[in-house]
């Protein structure tokens, strides 16, 4: 009896939601006996409750090594670099974390802006606090000048803020005429997702509370005002989530700073990385991640 009206308590809350991108009301997907995650039926949109998936997930927020995240950020700013114009020179970064990714722009000689909600409690770059003009507070509550910016982007943020939609209007406000914005975020439709199931590295944060598809984070996007979006899977970023998901099936204990930070992990993580490289050149859906350029 207590099995059945718990089911019932979970099928009632998923009726009880809609896409927040196209409306339609959201349909529970089982991942397992002990998650299920809530999608949308017509654009693949996902949200999750985390006392519905909780996945095994870690404890902090942040479960990467700074050594992987600066191999990660060079390859994403050499991606970026690509869509800037000349004579651009005002960036904002949305979530900086560390500031490895600002530090660039601010050597390159950009005005540079940060924004960061103080979730991750790793030190941030001396260079950057001496040269970039940092708020620390939820994006959602930050004040900036309207048209003032010439590139916006956040890096593996989307996928965490509680108001997507003020936030892309408010990206939308803050930009120049012509200025970019540029998003990298897990891709709900990605193969992995469908394979690894609960074990999907990108389950393993326990802040991760949605998962754009491509369709739904094009509709947000337009309907927040921008008038092109692209989108391109990056077989490059976060090489190391098919090993992870898999050694994460292995050993679902959770624990602290997740599975990147058991030092015996570390070996089999490098030695799995390279042979699923090579896949995701083969099949691209299995890459998980979405690059998002969009246009002003």
Known sequence: MGNQTEQKNKNLSSKSLVCEACSTPLKPWKLDEVNTLDRCPSCGHIHRDLKRCNANARTHPWGGVVAYDRIRNKLTFNSMKKIVSEGDRTVLDIGFGAALL????????????????????????????????????????????????????????????????????????????????????????????????????????????RFYSPESVTKMLKDAGFSSVKIRYPVWDSVMMEANSILRMIDARPNKNGILNKSWMRIPIILLAAPFFALRLLVRSLSPSMEIIAHK
Do not use: Q
């Open 102 to 209: 600002l530090k660039t722009w601010v050597e390159k000689g950009w005005n540079a802006f940060g924004i960061e909600a103080e979730t991750l409690e790793i030190p941030i770059d001396a260079a950057v606090k001496e040269k970039a003009t940092l708020t620390f507070c939820k994006v959602e509550e930050a004040s900036f000048e309207d048209s003032f910016f010439d590139l916006v982007y956040a890096i593996h943020v989307i996928e965490h803020i509680d108001n997507p939609r003020a936030v892309f209007e408010k990206c939308y406000a803050i930009l120049k005429k012509d200025g970019k914005l540029y998003f990298m975020t897990p891709n709900a439709k990605s193969l992995g997702l469908v394979w690894f199931k609960a074990s999907w590295w990108n389950l393993e944060d326990p802040t991760h509370i």
